[in-house]
């Protein structure tokens, strides 16, 4: 059985990874405007690379929590994809194998002449004068806003094929990545996990389990297991 899940900024919370967008509009005190777009990087360079030295810190200092493991150990039972719009690594180290960034990857850069040329980070500093291969300065390999995600190319046919398709963690708010619930095949099972109001939305034939991913990981086991 295919299980395709789709992760967001809820899936990390339990690990100390901050949400994107907090209530007030601001990543970690900083507009996104000023550190999550091509106009940001031209604009104060040295600004963004430190507000994702901040960000890849924070990622290596965490730890996958119970639903990223509960994930991993899935795979056991289940054909487990992962297509996830976060930048951390955390269901990589909980053991998932098959993995789909759409956002990009935060312990990578890339350069900035070659997009496809991508580079594995050392610890968390990416600093003003590290080079590419090809001699251009590296930029964190992140989707910013205003910018293509080229993974929903693979990321569409993943969904449309699977047998069971959950949410987990995400406000569906975010597109192109929300538009992914209506790739799913008629008739599947699906699953929402989430604490958040979802009613707005339309989502009438996803089951709603309204907690954590932690707990709502376990919840789903259970519900597959029966």
Known sequence: MKLVVLTGAGMSTESGIATFRGTDGLWEGHRVEDVATPEAWHR????????????RRNVLEALP????TGLARMESEYHVQIITQNVDDLHE?????????????IRKARSTVNPKLIIDIEGWLLSEG??????SQLRPHIVWF???????EQAVPLVADCDVFVVIGTGLQVYPAASL??????GIPKFLIDPGDF???GLRDFQHLRTGASQG???LIAILGN
């Not at 104060?44 to 960000?55: G, H, K, S, T």
């Not at 590290?130 to 001699?135: A, F, S």
């Not at 619930?181 to 008629?186: D, I, N, Q």
């Open 217 to 219: 990981v376990a919840q």
């Open 65 to 68: 929590n119970e639903g990223h």
């Open 181 to 186: 619930t209506r790739y799913a095949p008629l």
């Open 130 to 135: 590290d080079l590419c291969p090809l001699g």
């Open 146 to 152: 205003g910018e293509e995600v080229p993974a929903m």
């Open 93 to 105: 180290r909980a053991g998932s194998g098959r993995v789909l960034h759409l956002h990009g990857e």
């Open 44 to 55: 104060d360079r040295a600004l963004v690379l430190e507000f994702y030295n901040q960000r």
């Open 199 to 201: 009613s707005d939305l």
